[in-house]
């Protein structure tokens, strides 16, 4: 039996792998131009750490962590998310108190979640975490920063952002017991992770997906009734700063996110276009979390992208890509070594562009085969004649597709014309 990859666990072919770099790219200078600095975080954190983060009684730690112990019996965890690590990053090389951090990361996060499109075993986050800093001007910023990749990459149209406030612990718990007490008069009608939920964390019966349990909810408390004056004003002045800086969103009080951590702010990033896995970026604010690790109380901020399901959606909205601009065809084995050699000095000339050389024999006719469907600009020709004459054949494999004649001395100077032209 042939091997394949464990079940969830994606390859990313060369296209597919091209378009995550895109994204990466564009998400790298966005954060640099907002004064984030990157930071790298281990992908193995100790089991207790997200135990004590994320919660004991979320989807993630229930069901979804890939836990085991290492030879010396210690419980290791590969991390599901990247902001409970962040933090005990943060307090662990002294970057809390009394000052003031904006971070980000990115790198392979793990869940054992059923696989489907968007949803994977292994799958790629970029986040960005902020320290020291209570007001909403901060939330506002990483929403302003994420609109801003999202035009970058073209998807602004295809994203829509949904906010909400937690309020206060206090205000929740109180929210809490009243949404149970109401909730369990309809035990018997509620979807069965709702049933479970009812006990464990009544607040994800919100984001429920039966629409039985959403019709039952509509009679529920809400949280908004318990919310603290603090917490109201933080949603109004983070709403204010959104409506100055031209960002549209839309207040839903079911999101409440899948981690423990969360106070106040909390917000999705929401598609239509790839199904049921619409969430391409979340976050919120977790003010209480630092202490909570044994820290100075220190408040924070952040978000998460996840880049397969953003890749997703860029795929569609690409044009096939190519994978050369020049391309080098010969025959005979004095002819490719003059391709190897002119090809040499056209990348000398010409950086930022891909010249390949057709390795190997075969007819010229194969040969421009796939020259044009390499989707080059250009392609060289270097048969017995050329050689002679010290001369190469340029086919222009765009509309019109003109032939010439040139001297080899020319070439480097010729392609750099071209291409400079072009632009
Ligand atoms: P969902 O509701 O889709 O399960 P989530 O609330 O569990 O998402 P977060 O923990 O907030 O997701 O992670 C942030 C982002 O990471 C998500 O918005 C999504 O884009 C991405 N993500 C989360 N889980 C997966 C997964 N299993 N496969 C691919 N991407 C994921
Ligand atoms: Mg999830």
Known sequence: MKIQAVRGMQDLLPAQKKISRTIEDVVRE??????????GLPQLEQTELFKRVVGE?????????YTFDDRNGESLTLRPEGTA????????????????????YSGAMFRYERPQKGRYRQFDQIGA????????????????????????????????????????????VKFKEKLAGYLQAYEQDLDEDS??????????????????TQEILRGAPVLSDFMDNESKQHFEGLRRLLDDNGIAYEVNPNIVRGLDYYNKTVFEWITTTLGSQGTVCGGGRYDGLVEQLGGKPSPGVGFAMGLDRLSLMLAEKM?????????????????????????????DQLSGKKVVVHCGDGK???QMKKADASGADLALVLGEDEVAAGTVSIKSLREGGEQSTISQETLAQYCLDYFSKEN
């Open 85 to 104: 690590g962040c933090v005990r990053f943060a307090e662990q090389n002294g970057l809390l108190f009394n000052q003031v951090q904006r971070l980000w």
């Open 319 to 347: 044009e096939s890509s190519k994978d050369a601009d020049v391309y080098v065809v010969s025959q005979g084995n004095a002819a490719r070594a003059t391709a190897l050699r002119l090809a040499e000095s056209i990348r």
């Open 30 to 39: 966005v954060l640099a131009a907002y004064g984030y600095r990157e930071i």
């Open 129 to 172: 975490e902020c320290f020291g800093m209570p007001g909403p001007d901060v939330d506002a910023e990483l929403l302003l920063m994420n609109a801003r990749i999202w035009r970058k990459l073209g998807l602004d149209g295809d994203i829509r952002l949904e906010l909400n406030s937690l309020g206060n612990p206090d205000a929740r």
């Open 195 to 212: 049933q479970r939920r009812l006990t464990s964390n009544p607040l994800r019966i919100l984001d429920s997906k039966s629409s039985k």
């Open 364 to 366: 010229f006719k194969s």
């Open 57 to 65: 009684n979320t989807d993630i730690v229930e069901k979804e962590m």
